[in-house]
C-alpha cells in the first residue's frame, strides 16, 4: 500500500499559526484604487439564470470592511490596480480580502500578478480538499487543507501573498508590480465546469452557489510592501522612467528630481497638464489610445488601455 502524505498548510484566523491579516493591521500601508470586473455566471452549469449583479466595481476600493463586496460569480474576474505599485521585499507583499462568514464556508480563487497590465503569472496553488462528494453551497472546508488561494480566511482576514514565490518568471518584475488579478475557482468536482490547482487536483469548493451574490466576493487587496514605503532611492542622474506601458488607471514616474506636472497631448493635439502626486499621475479620464508624455524635457509614448 503506498503511503499519501498530504502537507497541512496555516490554520483558520485566531489559530496559531494562521497566516491571517487583520482589515485594520498596521502592516497594510495603502488600498486598491482602481478595479476592472468580468462577471461570471451565477451557475455556470445553468447560464440562463445568468451573471451575477451584486455590487460593482467601486466596492473593490479602499480598506477591507469599509465598502460592500462585489461577487466574481463562477469564473470572473477582477483587475485592481493601486496608487503606487508594489515591491518585493522580505515577507508577504500583499493580501487579498473575502467576505466568507464563517471559518469554514469558504469560496476560493486564484491570483495572478502583472508588471505590465497585459502579462499575468499566478502563484501556485493548492487544495487537498476531498473530491468524492461535491461541496454544496452550504459545504465546509478546512484551511489547513489551502494554499496560495484567495478566500481561505473569513470575513475582516485577508490571505497574503509573497512576490518572492514568483522570482526568475520571464516578463514579470517583481519589484514593480502594477496590477493583481483575482480569479473565480469555480469549485465543481464535474471536470466540464471545475478548475484544477497548480498541480492539477480538482479544487472543490462551495458550488453551485447560483445566486446574484455567487461565487468569489471580492472585498478588498491591500498592499505591505509598496514603493512608497520601501525606502528605495532614485538614481542621481537625470534619467526618467514612466510605467507601466501600456496603462489603465494610474502611470508612476522615476526622476532624479523631484517633479510636480506632466503633460500629456493626443494624437489630435490636444493637452493636459496633470499634477504629479509622490510620483502617480492619474489618467482614468483619458480614453484608450495612444498619448505622448512630456516630462523634464523629455517626450514618451504612452498607451492607455
Not at 449583479?53 to 466596492?59: E, L, Q, T
Not at 487537498?128 to 480566511?153: F, P
Request: with cysteine; hydrophobic share 40%; glycine share 10%.
Amino acid at each position: 500500500m503506498q503511503l499519501v502524505v498530504k502537507a497541512q498548510f496555516a490554520p483558520a484566523a485566531g489559530i496559531v499559526g494562521t497566516t491571517a491579516i487583520a482589515a485594520d493591521s498596521s502592516i497594510v500601508k495603502y488600498w486598491a484604487s482602481s478595479c476592472i470586473i468580468k462577471r461570471g455566471w451565477q451557475d455556470i452549469s445553468d447560464t440562463l439564470l445568468g451573471l451575477t449583479s451584486a455590487g460593482d466595481d467601486s466596492f473593490a476600493l479602499g480598506k477591507a470592511m469599509y465598502n460592500p463586496t462585489v461577487s466574481l460569480g463562477d469564473g470572473g474576474y477582477a483587475i485592481v490596480q493601486f496608487p503606487y505599485m508594489i515591491t518585493n521585499n522580505n515577507g508577504y507583499d500583499f493580501v487579498v480580502f473575502e467576505n466568507a462568514f464563517i471559518d469554514s464556508f469558504l469560496e476560493l480563487a486564484f491570483v495572478e500578478v502583472s508588471s505590465d497590465g497585459i502579462n499575468f503569472f499566478r502563484f501556485n496553488s493548492i487544495c487537498n480538499t476531498d473530491t468524492l462528494i461535491q461541496l454544496s453551497n452550504a459545504g465546509l472546508t478546512d484551511a489547513t487543507k489551502l494554499n496560495n488561494l484567495a478566500g481561505k480566511y473569513k470575513v475582516g482576514f485577508g490571505v497574503p501573498f509573497d512576490l518572492e514565490e514568483l522570482k526568475g518568471q520571464p516578463g514579470l518584475d517583481i519589484e514593480r508590480i502594477t496590477h493583481v488579478k483575482i480569479i473565480d475557482v469555480i469549485g465543481s468536482i464535474d471536470p466540464q465546469y471545475g478548475t484544477r490547482d497548480s498541480r492539477g487536483h480538482t479544487i472543490n469548493d462551495p458550488w453551485p452557489t447560483p445566486f446574484a451574490s455567487g461565487g468569489f466576493d471580492l472585498d478588498a487587496v491591500g498592499v505591505i510592501h509598496g514603493y512608497i514605503n520601501t525606502g528605495l532611492s532614485h538614481t542621481s542622474s537625470n534619467t526618467l522612467s514612466i510605467f507601466p506601458n501600456p496603462a489603465q488607471s494610474y502611470i508612476y514616474i522615476e526622476h532624479s528630481n523631484h517633479l510636480n506636472q506632466v503633460a500629456i497631448s493626443n494624437m489630435l493635439g490636444e493637452s493636459w497638464i496633470k499634477n504629479i502626486d509622490h510620483g502617480t499621475v492619474s489618467i482614468e479620464d483619458l480614453r484608450e489610445g495612444i498619448y505622448i508624455i512630456s516630462v523634464a524635457n523629455q517626450n514618451f509614448k504612452l498607451i492607455k488601455n
